[in-house]
C-alpha cells in the first residue's frame, strides 16, 4: 500500500512539523477534493484526485458543468476577478462543512480583505447561500475555522468552530441584515482571536466582533469560500484580495465517497 504526495503540499506543516504523507492522506480520507499543483494525492490504487492547476487564468466556470474534484471547472483567478463556483450546504451550522474553497496557507497573525462584488442565487437557497473569508485549521469537513461571510438574503454573518470537531457557531450581525453583494469583509487573527468586520465602500469598518478558535496546525489556510445553500450550483464573485493569494481548491464535502473508497482500501 503506497500513498503519493500532491506536489506543493510538502511545505504545510502541522503541529509537529511539515505536513506526513499520513497528514495528507488525512485530508483525503476525510472525503475532501484535494487539488495541488501538477501531481495527484492517490491512495491505495483507488482513484487519484485530479492534479489540475488550481486556477484556469482565463475565462469563467459554468456552474451548469463545473465538477467539485477539477479545479479548472470551479475556479478562474484572471484580471483581478476570482470566479468560484459555490457547492455544498452550509458552513458552521453543525459538525462538518459542506463548501467550495479557494485557499492559500498563512502562519501566525494576519489581515484579510476581499469584495463580494457578486453572489450568485437561487430561489432553493432561501437566502442562505455563503460567500466570504474563511481561514481553516485544515481542509477537512469538520476542521476548525473563523469567517464573515454575506448571505444571500440574509446579511453579514460571523461564524466559527473553536476546535476540530466542535459544533459551528454564528453570531448574526443585526444590524448588517439587509445588506447584499457587492459588499467588503475583512477578517482578522490576533494570537487566535479571529475578528470580522463589513464595509460598503472599502473604507469605513462596522460591526466588529471577535471570537478565540484554537488551530492545532502552525501552518494554517485563508481563503474564500463559497456555498449555494441548495443543489443548485452558483457563480460568485470576488475582487480586491487583500493580505492572502489564494492558489489551490478544496471540495470540503464528507460525502465525496469516491475519494473515501479510495483511502479506505
Known sequence: MGYEMAEGW??????????????????????VAVVAGSAVLAACGGPAVPGSVATNGSGTPDPTKAQPTDAQSMVSNSGGTVSLVATGSAIGTTTTDTASYYFGPATGDGTWICQVAKQGSSAADHGNALAGIMARNDGTDGAAFAGVFITDGNGVTFRWRSADGQPGQQWPMAIAIGVTAPIWLKLANSAGTFSCWYSTDGKTWNNKTSMAVTFSNTTY?????????????????????????????????????????????
Do not use: C, W, Y
Not at 504523507?21 to 476525510?30: E, H, I, T
Open 221 to 265: 489556510l485563508v481563503g474564500l469560500a463559497a456555498t449555494s445553500a441548495s443543489t443548485t450550483q452558483q457563480l460568485d464573485q470576488f475582487t480586491n484580495l487583500s493580505g492572502f493569494k489564494p492558489n489551490r481548491f478544496l471540495n470540503i464535502n464528507p460525502s465525496n465517497t469516491a475519494e473515501n473508497s479510495s483511502s479506505s482500501k
Open 10 to 31: 510538502e511545505g504545510l506543516s502541522g503541529a509537529g512539523g511539515p505536513m506526513s504523507r499520513r497528514g495528507a492522506v488525512r485530508l483525503l480520507a476525510s472525503g
